[in-house]
């Protein structure tokens, strides 16, 4: 039965793997961030560029993503503002990590395609590391 099952409503391809990718970060304490729907997403699966806007409690993450041919560019900006460390995950790839300026704004100008997360580590006021945030995965 099972078999059967598999054959005529076989899972996606990749499905296992996405899911392993992003429960990787279970052992860290995490918030995860909504998506904040502002117009269409095709840009960030297409060659177009594509801005999302993520929410969680008073933490506001906006990002640009821009196609440089096999690989993209993300803009970003944090609000409130920080200096802020800005990592971001892409499933079978090292993570790149930049840090915001005092401004929110951060730019990692070559992310590879492919699953995609985005983990923001918080500062406090006092410059000590707080709160982690993660974004769904995206697929760029």
């Known amino acids: 039965m099972n078999r059967l099952v598999y054959e005529l409503d076989a ?6 793997e996405r899911i392993q990718f992003a429960v990787a970060l279970e052992n860290l304490d995490v918030e995860v961030a909504r998506w904040e729907r502002a117009g269409s997403f095709a840009g960030v699966r297409g060659g177009s ?35 802020h460390t800005v990592e971001v995950r ?27 997360q985005i983990v923001v580590h918080l500062v406090n006021a006092r410059g000590e590391r707080g709160r982690t945030v993660v974004t769904p995965t995206i697929m760029l």
């Open 11 to 16: 899972p996606p391809p990749g499905l296992v």
């Open 90 to 116: 892409v499933a079978e790839h090292a993570s790149s990590t930049t840090k915001a300026d005092d401004g929110g704004r951060f730019v990692l100008s070559d992310v590879p395609a492919g699953t995609t």
């Open 49 to 83: 560029p594509g801005t999302i806007t993520f929410t969680v409690d008073n933490l506001t993450l906006m990002v640009n993503f821009t196609s440089t041919g096999a690989r993209h560019r993300i803009d970003g900006w944090l609000v409130p503002a920080g200096e």
